[in-house]
Nanobody
Framework: QVQLVESGGGLVQAGGSLRLSCAAS????????MAWFRQAPGKEREFAAAISWIGRITYYADSVKGRFTISRDNAKNTLYLQMNSLKPEDTAVYYC??????????????????WGQGTQVTVSS
């Protein structure tokens, strides 16, 4: 089992940058595929990025590709999301998620068992 705590959200102007962090408990962080999802007001939770537990292969939603970078530091049990060139439409609560040794369906919300509480990102125009 793993517990997740996000941080790093805030208010930023369009074109700016933020880096989100997700601290994970437990000793097997390296065995979890990790992901970032986001949920805007009145919308469903959507996939943003994922990084696999083996090979650190990364996956991105088309809406963030080229602007966001997901990474992980297994020694620190921490997941990151570097967000550049932010747009007002990136405004949402950002959640990190984890699934043990997940090898498929990286973008599927229902396929992740563990979630953080979320951190608000607001991009002003």
């Amino acid at each position: 089992q793993v517990q997740l705590v996000e941080s790093g959200g805030g208010l930023v102007q369009a074109g700016g940058s933020l880096r989100l962090s997700c601290a994970a408990s437990g000793r097997t962080f390296s065995s979890y595929t990790m992901a970032w999802f986001r949920q805007a007001p009145g919308k469903e939770r959507e996939f943003a990025a994922a990084i696999s537990w083996i090979g650190r292969i990364t996956y991105y939603a088309d809406s963030v590709k080229g602007r966001f970078t997901i990474s992980r530091d297994n020694a620190k049990n921490t997941l990151y999301l570097q967000m550049n060139s932010l747009k007002p439409e990136d405004t949402a609560v950002y959640y990190c998620a984890a699934e043990f040794q997940k090898n498929s369906d990286y973008a599927a919300v229902v396929k992740y068992d563990y979630w953080g509480q979320g951190t608000q990102v607001t991009v002003s125009s």
